[in-house]
Nanobody, 128 residues
Framework: QVQLVESGGGSVQAGGSLRLSCVTS????????MAWFRQASGKEREGVAS????????YYRDSVKGRFTISRDSAKNTLYLQLDSLKSEDTAMYYC?????????????????????WGRGTQVTVSS
C-alpha cells in the first residue's frame, strides 16, 4: 500500500520560512515524478513544484519561483519543499503527490488529475 505522509507545516509571519517533508513508502523505481500541491480555502488545488526523477529537473509555478525549493533525498524516500519569503497568499493546505509514467511534460504541467497517490496534507498559515 502506497503511503505519503507530510509534515512541517505551521503558522509563521510573512517573510518567514518553513520546510515541508513528505515521507513515501513506494518503491523508488516505480515513481517518475514527485510534486507538491496546495489548496487554499475556497480555491481549487494547484501545483506548486515538481521534480522529474529521471533527470532531476524541477518545475515551479510562477508565483513561488525564487522563494520555494523542491528537493528529494532518495536514501530517505523523502520529498522536501523549502518555503522562504512566505506571503499571506501562500496560506493553504499543502499536499505531496507522486506518479509513474515517462512523460516529463505531465510532471512539469502539474495537473492534479495526473497524480494517483496523495498524502493527507499539512497546513501552512502565513500571517501578515
Amino acid at each position: 500500500q502506497v503511503q505519503l505522509v507530510e509534515s512541517g507545516g505551521g503558522s509563521v509571519q510573512a517573510g518567514g520560512s518553513l520546510r515541508l517533508s513528505c515521507v513515501t513508502s513506494v518503491d523508488a523505481y516505480k515513481v517518475t515524478c514527485m510534486a507538491w500541491f496546495r489548496q487554499a480555502s475556497g480555491k481549487e488545488r494547484e501545483g506548486v513544484a515538481s521534480i522529474f526523477l529521471q533527470d532531476t529537473s524541477t518545475y515551479y509555478r510562477d508565483s513561488v519561483k525564487g522563494r520555494f525549493t523542491i528537493s528529494r533525498d532518495s536514501a530517505k524516500n523523502t520529498l522536501y519543499l523549502q518555503l522562504d519569503s512566505l506571503k499571506s497568499e501562500d496560506t493553504a493546505m499543502y499536499y505531496c503527490a507522486i506518479r509513474s509514467g515517462p512523460n516529463p511534460y505531465i510532471c512539469r504541467h502539474m495537473s492534479d488529475i495526473d497524480f494517483k497517490h496523495w498524502g493527507r496534507g499539512t497546513q501552512v498559515t502565513v500571517s501578515s
